[in-house]
């Protein structure tokens, strides 16, 4: 899909917007689902690394939808933004799903320590070297890329977990470091729906004649692929907390703006000022113990940039990686020099940005500056209905958006 390194800026995630929205409607609808390679005429949007990075907003791309094909025509593609909603308000609101996804990682890699032939399955199926064509090939494709059809990732993942027996956690940790889109709350809780710890005994089974269909012939595994799974037992949803309330902030002239990778348009959130001090700070290494791909990297960076460019202050510094201590300590001393005692922020959902700030806020309060961070309306919105499973968050989630293209808010801005 992303032969070349696809431009991280806001810019470029309205034209591939623009590019889509003819399709958004009965194309979608009927091709989503077939896989036809990095090579071939998708009938995706790809429009995900920029909504992951909030280049571009849900609403947006669902108000451009709305506004060519009509609610109904256009519902299919809504609900696939939606589910991204859905997963962060899920983790959100038990995010103890994204503490116990890093134990598991830290398990997992004790025990791939300690298992020889655990470490040479899992070094086999990292190097795309398995008897299972289609899987080696999704494993390059991953690496080359940073992308896979959306399909394609329930098959990988289905593979990883039940034919290769590899722990779920090292899988959702591979596509969190080589993945452009790599979402903690859309990955982690896809692995565990796919493992079959999500929606209790109901794990998702990878089919070779399914594969076959929907990758038009390209791949038939075969007897390769095992489908006798037994579902985990014991699986249990956690309470549910709280969702982030509205929040009243202002803007005062020792009040600084901190950019992260989660929300690269705070523009869209504060409004264009006249900052005394912006810092966009990169978190990108925070996502796992493990090497983040260069290409991941960059896309993150160059948001970052883009961010910058469009929100200038007084003292405009960055992107400052946090991946070190050092990291955090410049992004205090930069506040204290330009005089700043308070930096708001797009907040932060459950991730590896949220534990980067977790990490950072000591730090500030240790020179008496404050980290605000002010929720989205969207997500004020939304967010509470994800408590269950994504069709009873669709049944909330419909007339709310249908409410939005009735009130003509309908917008191709953000």
Wanted: include cysteine.
């Amino acid at each position: 899909m992303f032969a070349n390194a696809p431009e991280a800026s806001h810019p470029a995630g309205l034209a591939r917007l623009e590019a889509f929205i003819p399709h958004a409607g009965a194309d979608y609808a009927r091709g989503r689902n077939h896989d036809l390679g990095p090579e071939g005429d998708n009938a995706v949007s790809a429009l995900s690394p920029w909504l992951r990075h909030r280049l571009l907003l849900e609403e947006t791309a669902i108000d451009a939808a709305i506004a060519a094909h009509g609610l109904d025509g256009a519902e299919k593609f809504i609900q696939e933004v939606c589910w991204r909603t859905y997963w962060k308000g899920y983790l959100e609101r038990r995010p103890v799903h994204w503490h116990d996804y890093r134990a598991a990682c830290d398990e997992a890699h004790g025990q791939v320590a300690k298992d020889r032939r655990l470490a040479a399955d899992l070094q086999t199926a990292l190097d795309g070297d398995t008897d299972i064509d289609a899987f080696n090939f999704w494993v390059n494709e991953l690496r080359e890329t940073g992308y896979l059809h959306n399909h394609a990732r329930m098959w990988f993942a289905s593979i990883w977990v039940f034919t290769l027996e590899l722990p779920w956690a090292l899988g959702a940790d591979f596509f969190l470091r080589h993945l452009l889109d790599g979402d903690p709350a859309s990955n982690t809780l896809s692995w565990r729906w796919v493992a079959g710890l999500h929606t209790p005994g109901k794990p998702y089974i990878a089919r070779s004649s399914n594969i076959n269909k929907y990758t038009q012939g390209r791949f038939n595994p075969g007897y390769r692929i095992n489908t006798q799974v037994e579902a985990p037992e014991g699986v249990e949803r956690p309470p549910v907390g709280p969702s982030p309330l509205a929040v009243d902030w202002q803007a005062t002239p020792t009040t600084g703006l901190l950019i992260t990778e989660d929300d690269l348009l705070p523009e869209s959130l504060f409004g264009e000022r006249d900052w005394p001090l912006v810092i966009a700070v990169q978190s990108t290494d925070w996502r796992s113990s493990g090497p983040v791909a260069a290409r991941v990297r960059d896309f993150a960076h160059a948001g970052l940039a883009d961010a910058l460019a469009r929100n200038p202050g007084a003292r405009t510094i960055g992107p400052i990686d946090l991946a070190s201590a050092d990291g955090l300590t410049a992004v205090r001393e930069a506040a204290s020099a330009a005089g700043v005692d308070r930096l708001l922020t797009p907040y932060v959902p459950t991730g590896p940005t949220a534990d980067a700030m977790a990490a950072l806020d000591p730090v500030l309060a240790a020179d008496g500056i404050e980290r605000q961070a002010v929720p989205r309306d969207w997500d004020v919105l939304h967010w509470p209905a994800s408590t269950h499973g994504f069709f009873r968050f669709w049944k909330a989630a419909r007339p709310l958006i249908m409410e939005r293209a009735g009130s003509g808010s309908l917008s191709r801005g953000g």
